[in-house]
Every structure is written in structure tokens, then in C-alpha cells.
């Protein structure tokens, strides 16, 4: 396939346009891509290289008039409201884009997947934040919230868990804290209820309960120490 200046084989076929010169070159451009597609298409199907110019080229003999005056109301005009040139070119501009991906289809597919791939790890990320950051926990006074940690003095490793020992001195002593609970998780098998199957178990203290702000579950056993 031939590389030709479809822009001033437009220019030459359709001679002066009876706009503005920036005008000119916007609908010599826009022809120019028309008749571009037009010469692929032809080339593809097997016309020879100088029928296939000739083909491309032939409807600006009958469709110049009416192509110029397409353009013409396609193109903001001198005087146009502002607003109304913003949309005029907009609209110039998203025809053009949508000319230039469909005559190159792998930067079109690449242009999307990159699109879709960076949208999607936005949503994600933002999923996360919302989730772990911004959505207010769903207690009362959830900003009060607070969980002790125990930092080994001599090794510098600070732990998730605080030993039973400590969080009943803890619980002793303080004077900071309207509430304070512990918790832990095990496993356990269920019997009583058919089938005896293994399940996730929440140990608590009744104080949990109490500095979330909630009221326990009625399955739940409370018979536990009230610290």
C-alpha cells in the first residue's frame, strides 16, 4: 500500500472552501480521513493501487458542497456563543479521535485495556481506603476506640496479644478507660445441634460489650467474669 498526501489531494480535488482558512484546514483534514478509510477499504479487497485512489476520491466531485457544509455546522462559527463553540469543537474532536483509533486498532485495544486495567486498580484501592480509613466504624464512640498492644522491653517486638496475667492487672489498676474487654479467637467443635461440625469461636469479656457499645447476642454466654 502507498503512502499518499490525502490532504492535498482533498485540497486539490475540492478547491477553496468558503470559510475562514483555520476553518479550511479542520474540513480538509476531516475529508482527508474519510478518504484515507475509503482507499484501506478498497486496497483490502483488491483494487489496484491507481483505481483505488480514483474510488477514494471520487464522491468529493458530488459531496463537496454538501461536505463543506457539514463541516460548516459542525465547526463552531464566528459569532457562536461560547458555549455553544466548546460543544462544536468537542464534538469535531471526538469524531476525529474516533477516526484515528479505528484506523489503528491495536492502539485502540492497547489504549482501552490500559484504560480499563488503571480504572480498575482505582476502584480497588479505593474500595480499600473507604473500607479501612474513611467509613466510620459501626459503633458509638467509634473514634474512642482504642486496642492495647504489649511491646516486649527487652526485645523491642511489640505484640499483637497481651498475657491474661497482664490484662487482669491492667484492668485493675487503670483509670483511663470508661470500658476495657479482651477477646480471642479459637476453634471448637459444635455438638447438640445434629451433626457435630468445627467453628470459628469469639472469646470475650463482658467489657467488650461494654466499650463498643453493644448488647451481646442472646446465643451468647455472659456467665463469664464481669471484668
Not at 197 to 207: C, D, I, P
Request: with cysteine; glycine share 8%.
Amino acid at each position: 500500500m502507498t503512502a499518499h498526501d490525502w490532504n492535498a489531494l482533498v485540497r486539490e480535488r475540492i478547491g477553496s472552501l468558503v470559510v475562514d482558512p483555520a476553518r479550511q484546514l479542520d474540513v480538509v483534514d476531516e475529508l482527508a480521513g474519510h478518504v484515507a478509510e475509503q482507499y484501506a477499504e478498497l486496497v483490502a479487497a483488491g483494487v489496484d493501487e491507481a483505481r483505488a485512489v480514483a474510488e477514494a476520491l471520487a464522491p468529493l466531485d458530488e459531496r463537496a458542497r454538501a461536505a463543506t457544509a457539514a463541516a460548516r455546522r459542525a465547526l463552531p462559527l464566528e459569532g457562536e456563543s461560547p458555549r455553544r463553540e466548546r460543544f462544536a469543537m468537542l464534538g469535531y474532536h471526538v469524531r476525529h479521535a474516533g477516526r484515528m483509533l479505528l484506523r489503528e486498532r491495536g492502539f485502540a485495544a492497547a489504549a482501552v485495556l490500559t484504560l480499563a486495567l488503571g480504572v480498575g486498580a482505582n476502584v480497588a484501592v479505593f474500595a480499600i481506603v473507604d473500607a479501612v480509613l474513611l467509613r466510620p466504624l459501626p459503633y458509638s464512640n467509634a473514634d474512642a476506640l482504642v486496642v492495647l498492644k504489649h511491646r516486649d522491653q527487652r526485645t523491642g517486638i511489640t505484640k499483637e496479644f497481651i498475657a491474661i496475667g497482664d490484662y487482669v492487672d491492667v484492668a485493675a489498676r487503670q483509670q483511663s478507660f470508661s470500658a476495657l474487654g479482651a477477646y480471642g479467637t479459637q476453634r471448637a467443635t459444635v455438638f447438640d445441634v445434629g451433626e457435630p461440625f468445627e467453628a470459628s469461636v469469639l472469646l470475650a469479656t463482658s467489657g467488650i460489650f461494654d466499650a463498643l457499645g453493644v448488647e451481646p447476642p442472646r446465643s451468647a454466654s455472659t456467665a463469664s467474669c464481669r471484668t
